[in-house]
């Protein structure tokens, strides 16, 4: 997706522009060249937020507590998932 980007100091100069500009896309604020911030509206940025709160983060086991070890040793698939078996043979 294709951003508006603009320098810091132009930003510095027409916040109010960007300021708007940023309720209908995001505004990349560059600083030598380089997008260093990015300027979205409210709606946008929760609903960033939103999808960030789905993702999923893979952990280490050295990084899990001994609790959370335990469970994850502990536990068991279903046996009506039992058929998905076949599909590791494959």
Same mark, same amino acid.
């Given at each position: 997706?294709?951003?508006? *980007?603009? !320098?810091? $100091? *132009?930003?510095a100069?027409? @916040?109010s522009?960007?300021r708007? #500009?940023?309720?209908?896309? !995001?505004v #990349?604020?560059?600083h030598?060249n380089r997008? $260093? *911030?990015? %300027?979205?509206s409210?709606?946008?940025? &929760? +609903? @960033? %937020?939103?999808l960030?709160s789905?993702? $999923?983060? /893979?952990?280490?086991?050295?990084? %899990?507590?001994a609790e959370?070890l335990? /469970?994850? $040793?502990?536990a068991?698939v279903?046996p /009506?998932h &039992?058929?998905?078996? /076949? %599909?590791l043979? +494959?």
């Open positions: 997706m294709a951003m508006l *980007e603009v !320098p810091a $100091t *132009e930003v100069k027409r @916040f522009r960007y708007q #500009a940023a309720q209908r896309e !995001p #990349a604020v560059t030598h997008v $260093t *911030e990015v %300027l979205m409210k709606h946008d940025y &929760d +609903e @960033f %937020l939103r960030k789905l993702a $999923t983060r /893979a952990q280490w086991t050295h990084e %899990l507590s959370s335990a /469970a994850l $040793t502990e068991r279903d /009506a &039992d058929h998905l078996d /076949a %599909l043979d +494959e």
